[in-house]
């Protein structure tokens, strides 16, 4: 079976300036209404910093099989029922002849603070994989067969998302993954374990510095958590469900 990646690596370019360029508009809107204590949140909040990678997601489901799926974007058709909650609204739903193709979650994390937002994002990607399989295997999405559920995370490249962090746990030694490990590395550790635990079909993480605003510069941390291997994993899921639904 002959996948179609669609030059991914030219689109994630160019979704990386994108993303940049919509926190830094987002940053000097808030400077210039004086708001200035929000300016990080409020770029991180503003919905659209994650656009091209929405579209490049977008091209691969079309490219492989499925041009005629339906794929939602817009807020009021992004909800999913839950198994331990009513719903979960997830960034991205692929839904062809009535059955889930996919379920996507985009999401950055930029500096200055990372610690507890690690943990936060760490707490979150776990519990909705849980709900979400659960809630599949109890029938929430109809008889079908296993979608795809993808996990896929931006991580600014900076000075202090790069040094090890040390952690103390006074009872019990931290797992040996994450001992002095860099707040970079330990988003790799969570995506391959989240991986290894069949929480997502595939996740990955990316990082790139500030400056990429200027080039769309950006790197893998290991190939299972490489943005080559989530479309790849996506393409080929999306190609054999469009083999089997025709």
Partial sequence: MSLDLVQYENKAHNAIL???KSRDDAGKKQLASGNIDQGERSSVTSGKSMDGFVSLVTEIVLANGLAHAEIHLERAALTLPG????????????????????AIELKSHVGPSFGNNFNNRAEESIGTAHDFWTAYREGAFGKQTRPFAGWLMLVEDAPKSRPPVKEKSPHFPVSAEFQNASYLKRYDVLCQRL?????????????????????????DLSDMTSLKTFVSALAGHVATQASRLG
């Fill in 18 to 20: 994108r993303f940049w």
């Fill in 83 to 102: 198994y331990f909650r009513p719903t979960k609204l997830w960034d991205l739903l692929v839904i062809h002849q009535e059955e889930l193709i996919a």
């Fill in 195 to 219: 991986v290894l635990e069949q929480l997502y079909s595939s996740a990955a993480v990316i990082a790139s510095p500030r400056d990429a605003i200027t080039n769309g510069k950006y790197s």
